[in-house]
Protein backbone atom coordinates (compact mmCIF):
# COMPACT_ATOMS: atom_id res chain seq x y z
CA UNK A 1 0.00 0.00 0.00
CA UNK A 2 1.47 3.22 -0.94
CA UNK A 3 1.08 6.45 1.15
CA UNK A 4 -1.72 7.74 -1.07
CA UNK A 5 -3.45 10.18 1.21
CA UNK A 6 -7.19 8.80 1.44
CA UNK A 7 -10.18 11.33 0.56
CA UNK A 8 -12.46 10.61 3.22
CA UNK A 9 -10.72 8.59 6.88
CA UNK A 10 -13.68 7.81 9.55
CA UNK A 11 -13.44 5.35 12.41
CA UNK A 12 -17.25 4.15 13.30
CA UNK A 13 -18.97 1.62 15.25
CA UNK A 14 -22.43 0.01 13.96
CA UNK A 15 -24.77 -1.36 15.97
CA UNK A 16 -26.11 -4.73 16.12
CA UNK A 17 -29.86 -3.45 15.02
CA UNK A 18 -27.98 -1.80 12.15
CA UNK A 19 -26.14 -5.21 11.01
CA UNK A 20 -29.45 -7.14 11.43
CA UNK A 21 -31.69 -4.49 9.42
CA UNK A 22 -29.21 -4.59 6.33
CA UNK A 23 -29.27 -8.37 5.94
CA UNK A 24 -32.49 -8.26 5.77
CA UNK A 25 -32.26 -5.56 3.13
CA UNK A 26 -30.08 -7.67 1.59
CA UNK A 27 -32.08 -10.50 1.39
CA UNK A 28 -34.93 -9.29 0.03
CA UNK A 29 -33.44 -7.68 -2.59
CA UNK A 30 -30.85 -10.33 -3.60
CA UNK A 31 -32.52 -13.34 -1.94
CA UNK A 32 -35.33 -13.17 -2.14
CA UNK A 33 -36.34 -13.04 -5.70
CA UNK A 34 -34.51 -15.78 -6.60
CA UNK A 35 -36.91 -17.78 -4.08
CA UNK A 36 -39.80 -16.12 -5.56
CA UNK A 37 -38.96 -17.74 -8.80
CA UNK A 38 -37.80 -20.77 -8.15
CA UNK A 39 -41.46 -21.25 -5.65
CA UNK A 40 -43.45 -20.27 -8.86
CA UNK A 41 -41.58 -22.82 -10.80
CA UNK A 42 -42.33 -25.31 -8.12
CA UNK A 43 -45.71 -24.30 -7.93
CA UNK A 44 -46.54 -24.76 -11.31
CA UNK A 45 -44.63 -28.31 -11.55
CA UNK A 46 -46.50 -28.96 -8.49
CA UNK A 47 -50.17 -27.68 -10.10
CA UNK A 48 -49.74 -30.39 -13.09
CA UNK A 49 -49.32 -33.31 -11.12
CA UNK A 50 -52.46 -32.05 -8.96
CA UNK A 51 -54.14 -31.95 -12.41
CA UNK A 52 -53.09 -35.51 -13.13
CA UNK A 53 -54.07 -37.11 -9.65
CA UNK A 54 -57.70 -35.55 -9.70
CA UNK A 55 -58.09 -36.94 -13.43
CA UNK A 56 -56.61 -40.17 -11.99
CA UNK A 57 -56.06 -40.68 -8.26
CA UNK A 58 -54.25 -44.20 -8.44
CA UNK A 59 -50.87 -42.14 -10.06
CA UNK A 60 -48.52 -42.57 -6.65
CA UNK A 61 -46.32 -40.72 -8.12
CA UNK A 62 -47.99 -37.34 -8.67
CA UNK A 63 -48.67 -37.49 -4.91
CA UNK A 64 -44.91 -38.14 -4.45
CA UNK A 65 -43.65 -35.13 -6.90
CA UNK A 66 -46.39 -32.80 -5.19
CA UNK A 67 -45.28 -33.58 -1.67
CA UNK A 68 -41.25 -32.89 -3.10
CA UNK A 69 -42.00 -29.78 -4.56
CA UNK A 70 -44.16 -28.72 -1.26
CA UNK A 71 -40.98 -29.48 0.36
CA UNK A 72 -38.45 -27.89 -1.80
CA UNK A 73 -40.94 -24.48 -1.75
CA UNK A 74 -40.27 -25.19 2.48
CA UNK A 75 -37.07 -25.64 2.41
CA UNK A 76 -35.85 -22.90 0.20
CA UNK A 77 -37.56 -20.17 2.57
CA UNK A 78 -36.42 -22.22 6.10
CA UNK A 79 -32.36 -21.85 4.91
CA UNK A 80 -33.11 -18.14 3.66
CA UNK A 81 -34.52 -17.51 7.76
CA UNK A 82 -32.05 -20.15 9.34
CA UNK A 83 -28.93 -18.33 8.05
CA UNK A 84 -30.18 -14.45 9.16
CA UNK A 85 -30.50 -16.38 12.54
CA UNK A 86 -26.98 -18.15 11.94
CA UNK A 87 -25.91 -14.55 11.22
CA UNK A 88 -27.31 -12.57 13.65
CA UNK A 89 -25.39 -15.44 16.27
CA UNK A 90 -22.61 -14.56 14.77
CA UNK A 91 -22.86 -10.78 15.14
CA UNK A 92 -23.07 -10.99 18.87
CA UNK A 93 -19.47 -11.81 19.04
CA UNK A 94 -18.41 -8.94 16.80
CA UNK A 95 -21.13 -6.09 17.71
CA UNK A 96 -18.59 -3.64 19.75
CA UNK A 97 -15.98 -3.90 17.13
CA UNK A 98 -14.69 -0.42 15.93
CA UNK A 99 -13.92 0.09 11.94
CA UNK A 100 -11.53 2.17 10.43
CA UNK A 101 -12.38 3.05 6.60
CA UNK A 102 -9.99 4.55 4.38
CA UNK A 103 -11.90 6.38 0.91
CA UNK A 104 -9.48 6.41 -1.89
CA UNK A 105 -10.25 7.56 -5.91
CA UNK A 106 -10.81 4.22 -7.01
CA UNK A 107 -10.76 2.02 -3.80
CA UNK A 108 -12.00 1.73 -0.29
CA UNK A 109 -10.43 -0.50 2.76
CA UNK A 110 -12.04 -1.61 5.71
CA UNK A 111 -10.21 -2.32 8.88
CA UNK A 112 -11.99 -3.93 12.00
CA UNK A 113 -10.53 -2.85 15.53
CA UNK A 114 -10.97 -4.28 19.39
CA UNK A 115 -13.75 -2.86 21.21
CA UNK A 116 -10.78 -0.41 22.28
CA UNK A 117 -9.67 0.60 18.85
CA UNK A 118 -6.50 -1.38 18.72
CA UNK A 119 -5.32 -3.78 15.88
CA UNK A 120 -6.25 -6.84 16.18
CA UNK A 121 -3.37 -9.55 15.76
CA UNK A 122 -3.58 -12.48 14.37
CA UNK A 123 -0.95 -15.96 14.29
CA UNK A 124 -0.09 -14.90 18.03
CA UNK A 125 1.04 -18.13 19.99
CA UNK A 126 0.73 -17.30 23.80
CA UNK A 127 3.25 -19.67 25.89
CA UNK A 128 1.02 -21.77 28.00
CA UNK A 129 1.75 -20.80 31.99
CA UNK A 130 -0.17 -22.31 35.06
CA UNK A 131 -0.98 -18.98 36.36
CA UNK A 132 -0.91 -15.78 34.72
CA UNK A 133 1.04 -12.88 36.03
CA UNK A 134 -0.63 -9.83 37.63
CA UNK A 135 0.85 -8.08 34.40
CA UNK A 136 -0.86 -10.69 32.16
CA UNK A 137 -4.35 -10.06 33.53
CA UNK A 138 -7.25 -7.78 33.42
CA UNK A 139 -7.36 -8.11 36.95
CA UNK A 140 -9.94 -10.77 36.71
CA UNK A 141 -7.68 -13.52 37.14
CA UNK A 142 -7.94 -14.13 32.87
CA UNK A 143 -5.42 -13.69 30.67
CA UNK A 144 -5.94 -10.02 28.08
CA UNK A 145 -7.39 -11.12 24.81
CA UNK A 146 -5.47 -8.22 23.15
CA UNK A 147 -2.29 -8.14 24.53
CA UNK A 148 -0.26 -4.85 24.75
CA UNK A 149 2.67 -6.22 22.72
CA UNK A 150 1.75 -8.92 20.54
CA UNK A 151 4.18 -12.09 19.83
CA UNK A 152 6.93 -12.08 17.80
CA UNK A 153 5.52 -14.44 15.34
CA UNK A 154 2.45 -12.52 15.28
CA UNK A 155 0.73 -10.57 11.90
CA UNK A 156 -1.32 -7.57 12.56
CA UNK A 157 -4.61 -7.64 10.59
CA UNK A 158 -4.40 -6.47 7.23
CA UNK A 159 -7.58 -3.82 5.66
CA UNK A 160 -9.75 -5.32 3.18
CA UNK A 161 -9.57 -3.83 0.20
CA UNK A 162 -12.75 -2.75 -2.28
CA UNK A 163 -11.50 -1.54 -5.62
CA UNK A 164 -14.32 0.00 -7.26
CA UNK A 165 -15.64 -0.96 -10.41
CA UNK A 166 -18.36 -3.47 -12.24
CA UNK A 167 -18.42 -6.15 -9.21
CA UNK A 168 -19.29 -3.16 -6.72
CA UNK A 169 -21.91 -1.74 -6.37
CA UNK A 170 -23.52 1.14 -3.52
CA UNK A 171 -27.11 0.79 -2.14
CA UNK A 172 -28.26 3.82 0.17
CA UNK A 173 -30.85 3.11 2.89
CA UNK A 174 -32.32 5.48 5.34
CA UNK A 175 -29.33 4.99 7.97
CA UNK A 176 -26.42 3.49 6.16
CA UNK A 177 -24.55 2.76 3.32
CA UNK A 178 -24.22 -0.58 1.91
CA UNK A 179 -20.92 -1.22 -0.66
CA UNK A 180 -22.00 -4.66 -2.08
CA UNK A 181 -18.83 -7.10 -3.68
CA UNK A 182 -20.99 -9.21 -5.91
CA UNK A 183 -21.58 -12.30 -4.69
CA UNK A 184 -19.14 -11.76 -1.82
CA UNK A 185 -19.90 -9.58 0.80
CA UNK A 186 -21.31 -6.11 1.75
CA UNK A 187 -19.95 -3.26 4.02
CA UNK A 188 -21.75 -0.85 5.88
CA UNK A 189 -21.28 2.94 6.49
CA UNK A 190 -23.35 4.43 9.13
CA UNK A 191 -24.70 8.26 7.91
CA UNK A 192 -24.45 9.45 10.91
CA UNK A 193 -21.21 9.45 11.24
CA UNK A 194 -20.65 11.50 8.01
CA UNK A 195 -21.96 14.73 7.53
CA UNK A 196 -23.73 15.80 4.45
CA UNK A 197 -20.45 16.61 2.15
CA UNK A 198 -19.08 13.53 3.03
CA UNK A 199 -22.18 11.41 2.32
CA UNK A 200 -22.25 12.91 -1.15
CA UNK A 201 -18.44 12.46 -2.05
CA UNK A 202 -19.40 8.72 -1.18
CA UNK A 203 -21.94 8.21 -3.43
CA UNK A 204 -19.76 9.62 -6.30
CA UNK A 205 -16.77 7.69 -5.87
CA UNK A 206 -18.63 4.29 -4.85
CA UNK A 207 -20.17 2.64 -7.71
CA UNK A 208 -23.79 2.96 -7.82
CA UNK A 209 -25.85 -0.26 -7.52
Known sequence: MNNEKPLLERRYHIPLSMFQEAFRSFQKKYVYPRNLVLTVVLAAVAGVYVKAVVDDPSQKLGYLLIFACA??????????????RSLNEALREVENDIYEMKLYPDRMTVLAKDPEGGDYVIGAQQ????????????????????????????????PTEIKFGKNVRLHEYGSFFMVYLVRQNFYLLPKQEFTAEEQNLIRSTVSRG
Open 127 to 158: PEQEAPSETETDGSGFRKIFPEQPAEDAELLE
Open 71 to 84: AMILITWYNTLKVR
